[in-house]
């Protein structure tokens, strides 16, 4: 292990309590890169649905799921404050996030073979000056040394009112418990997988953000950055 690797900030947790907007605020603060692991597994879920349409993640055979995750043409720019993600040149930023391709990108998690192929990837993006990572086991797997490990947790309720706003203000419609429950799933499958499981890294500062703004978040994790990180 060299200094230089454990120029790593890791925030890990579920989806909806905003680690993708910390993570970009950290970063920018700091002048660091930015890993959106999540957004590996989605691209991955978003190819295999465009390769496989109308399939099922468990009738296809794994090999060809590795064979997906290990030649993504993917490229980030950092852009006004957002994370913007070409495949093949194509802008998917967007496409991405969208509930089913979650939905796949959970399921396709969970396959041991697939999350080796993008281990390597993941930490390829630890370059000078330092890494703000983002995912589920970027402090327990990928950055094991990394300096600091944030671990952010927010109810499912929560998690999906958020998620509930986010979709409203852009005009889409869908029902609270359809979301919460669709949450609930995610979770249960992120959190009880056998490899690389969902929990907080036994040295990870646990935050809930349940009753915080995603302001107040962004000021505690500065907080103990501050603390931590050497910044050069
Ligand atoms: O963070 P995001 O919601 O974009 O992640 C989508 C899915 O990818 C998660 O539900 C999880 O199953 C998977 N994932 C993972 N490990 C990571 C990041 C995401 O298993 N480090």
Known sequence: MTENSRQVICLDGPSGV????????????LGWHILD???????????FSRK????EVSTVDESQLVDIACNLSVSYLQENHHLVILLDGENVTGIIRNEKIGAIASQIATIPLVRDALLARQRAFLQAPGL???GRDMGTVVFPHS???IYLTASPEERAQRRYKQLKDKGIGVSLSSLVEALRQRDDRDMNRKTAPLKPASDAIVIDTTRL??????????????????IA
Do not use: N
């Open 37 to 47: 692991s999540g957004s590996l597994y989605r691209i991955t879920a978003l190819q």
């Open 147 to 149: 300096v600091l490990k």
């Open 213 to 230: 703004t995603i302001e107040q978040v962004t000021d505690e994790v500065m907080s103990w950055v501050l603390q931590r990180v050497s």
């Open 132 to 134: 703000v990572a983002d």
């Open 18 to 29: 905003g680690k993708g907007t910390i993570c970009l605020a950290v970063a920018e603060h």
């Open 52 to 55: 496989f349409p109308e399939r």
